[in-house]
């Protein structure tokens, strides 16, 4: 059947792109083929010759012919066949040339699309294999610094590990230097108790022995010694006590830096052993554009760098005050124990010299006692003496009496009453002369019994003093710690 409809003369002006028929019919790339093509939007004019359709559309005259009245039963009267008297006015057959030309040019269009399904084919053969070696490529570079990566946190781990080891072996040192010290400081007690016990002792000292001597200004030295060694103990123990805070806590930091370490190296080699058959791996949308980072890699190996310079300048520090609190103890120790020594000579000395004037006011007491019993045997004899002149005494008397009796002229004064006056007055004077020695000797009785007091008391004062200082204080600091003690061992 012909087909009428308006004369469209320029219809291949622009040809339609070759129908998918034209195609060889590839099962397994049907898919590869999909909107591969531009589509271009077709005028009205220019989509009638491959639309007939489209005729029946446009025609818009009415059939009359009996013919066809059967054939267009069922028909709009828009899709009915116009009447062919009248198709050459309506509508202008193509020419051979038209045809043929037509016919080359779907050959032609056929055979550029095949061209270019096989250029798509090998350039998209050749893309697939570049990108998966690329892909490979890009893994392979990413699985090289995973694993560098895991690398340089297993060195520094190492590094944390031996600074962690190094820092707890310090801090276990000067903890126990800080106990040698506490135990030191507490030994000082008792050489100081001791100290101050001696000079309160020595304040029961009596008399003249109540003396500022040697002995009480090494006491008193030795106490500020000690004083002086307690107070430099004391402050090197804050400055332990603080370098242990110190410690712990660059201590701190690094295990909380290796901790840290520990779970990234975790969670990095298992990354890095990550295979394109491993189970567990996902998708994660959007996970590319989540940056969480807070470092990069140099501020990372340098804040693990400050910890670990940190710590060692903790542990510097920590060392060097070991040695400083060892040293410490040392010329503490020295010091306690050479003034110490000096007491005790300064006690020693004393002591003898105590002894030395007890024993010398011993043999005077003992000369005095001997003085007073001769002096009293003294006195005895001139009493005895005085008590002797009296009988001649009253013999010369009772002759005087008597011649006074005589009679008259025989009251003559004759010699012998010239020498019994004389002899009254001579007995009187040998008496006054006794009686004044007699005085003399009870005198010099008295102050022999005064200084036999004084050289009793004494005696007393210097045996108080030698029970003070040798019994009481040297007994004492028979206990002196040694220097092992001084020093904070045990």
Not at 66 to 95: C, D, E, H
Not at 104 to 114: D, F, Q
Request: hydrophobic share 35%; net charge neutral.
């Amino acid at each position: 059947m012909e087909l009428v409809g308006s004369t469209l003369t320029a219809t291949y002006a622009h040809p339609r792109p070759t129908p998918t028929n034209f195609l060889p019919a590839i099962s397994t790339m049907a898919s590869s083929y999909k909107n591969r093509f531009p589509h271009y939007s077709l005028t009205h004019s220019l989509s009638l010759p491959w639309r007939p359709s489209t005729y029946y559309k446009v025609a818009a005259i009415t059939p009359t012919l009996a013919p066809f009245s059967k054939s267009s039963q069922g028909l709009t009267p828009s899709k009915m066949l116009p009447f062919v008297s009248n198709r050459t006015a309506l509508f202008t057959r193509y020419t051979p040339d038209d045809w043929y030309r037509s016919n080359l040019t779907s050959y032609k269009e056929s055979e550029m699309s095949r061209q270019g399904a096989e250029r798509l084919r090998v350039d998209t053969s050749r893309m697939i294999q570049d990108k998966n070696q690329q892909t490979r490529k890009t893994q392979t570079e990413t699985t090289k610094n995973l694993g560098e990566r895991v690398n340089d946190i297993t060195f520094w781990k190492t590094e944390l590990n031996h600074e962690v080891d190094e820092m707890i072996g310090e801090t276990n040192a000067l903890t126990e230097m800080k106990k040698r010290l506490d135990r030191a400081l507490a030994e000082t007690e008792g050489p100081l108790q001791v100290a101050e016990e001696c000079l309160l002792h020595r304040e029961k000292r009596m008399g003249i022995d109540l003396v500022h001597d040697d002995v009480e200004k090494q006491l008193l030295t030795e106490v500020d010694v000690i004083h002086s060694c307690q107070e430099r103990m004391r402050r090197h123990l804050d400055k332990a006590i603080a370098q242990l805070a110190s410690d712990r806590a660059a201590q701190h930091e690094l295990e909380k830096d290796l901790s840290d370490k520990q779970s990234a190296h975790r969670i990095d080699d298992k990354c890095h052993h990550l295979r394109n058959t491993s189970d567990g791996i996902s998708y994660y949308r959007g996970v590319e554009r989540f940056d969480a980072t807070i470092s990069v890699p140099e501020s990372w190996a340098k804040f693990t760098d400050d910890n670990i310079l940190r710590s060692q300048s903790e542990r510097a520090a920590s060392s060097k005050l070991r040695d400083d609190i060892e040293t410490l103890l040392v010329v503490t120790a020295n010091e306690m124990w050479n003034q110490f020594n000096k007491a005790n000579i300064a006690f020693t000395n004393r002591i003898s010299e105590t002894a030395d004037a007890k024993n010398k006011i011993q043999t005077h007491l003992a000369k005095t006692l001997q003085e007073i019993f001769q002096t009293e045997m003294t006195i005895e004899a001139i009493r005895k003496a005085i008590r002797d002149k009296g009988p001649p005494l009253k013999v010369a008397h009772t002759r005087l009496d008597e011649r006074t009796r005589r009679p008259n002229v025989e009251l003559c004064r004759d010699s012998a009453q010239l020498r019994l006056v004389n002899e009254v007055y001579e007995i009187d004077d040998t008496i006054q002369s006794l009686q004044q020695r007699l005085r003399e000797a009870e005198d010099t009785l008295q102050a022999l019994v005064h200084t036999k007091a004084n050289l009793e008391h004494d005696l007393a004062v210097k045996a108080n003093s030698l029970f003070i200082d040798q019994e009481k204080c040297m007994g004492m600091r028979k206990t002196f710690p040694n220097t092992l003690r001084l020093v904070g061992y045990a």
